[in-house]
């Protein structure tokens, strides 16, 4: 399994899933969140609906995918991640978990290609350098176990995230 840096706009990369920084209402806001509803259109949203309808939104740490819509991928996975609130209160752990319960459902759907963003890191207000050092530990220690995944995007809009990545990643 391969990792990849990428700086853009993560509804445009052609991969078989991308992840969504979702909220748990699981019904678009800001950020990735709302630009994946944006850009990916209504059968997203309707396939959240029915997700809601099931089993009540989706629970910080957890995961669940939809239909990518008009996006350049077959699914998107819709995570949780932990609002910042100082550290104590399992934002790391929330975090992990995030990355973790993605790659397993990429995997229980025999893809070979994932795309994250920079989960908690916008109006969650988690640290970037420590949230960027989970999540690169999580695909790691994942990519170690049998998977279908051949490539690991990481996606970062900002040019500070990027260089964040870009330090870890080059160790």
């Avoid at 399994?1 to 052609?14: A, F, Q, R, S, V």
């Avoid at 809601?52 to 699914?75: F, K």
């Amino acid at each position: 399994m391969t990792i990849e840096l990428l700086k853009g706009d993560i509804t445009t990369i052609p991969v078989d899933v991308i992840v969504n920084a979702a909220n748990s209402s699981l019904l678009g806001g800001g950020g990735v969140d709302g630009a994946i509803h944006r850009k990916g259109g209504k059968a997203i949203l309707e396939e959240c609906i029915q997700i809601r309808n099931r089993q009540g939104g989706c629970a910080t740490g957890e995961a669940v995918y939809t239909t990518a819509g008009n996006l350049p991928a077959r699914y998107v996975i819709h995570t949780v991640g932990p609002v910042w609130n100082g550290g104590s209160n399992n934002e790391s752990l929330l975090l992990e978990s995030c990355y973790l319960n993605s790659l397993r459902i990429a995997n229980e759907l025999t893809l070979k290609s994932i795309a994250f963003p920079n989960i908690s890191t916008g109006i969650y207000h988690y640290p970037k350098q420590q949230a960027a050092e989970i999540a690169i530990h999580a695909v790691q220690t994942f990519g170690e176990e049998e998977s279908s995944l051949e490539q690991v995007f990481f996606v970062c809009f900002d040019d500070e995230n990027y260089q964040i990545y870009q330090k870890i990643l080059s160790k």
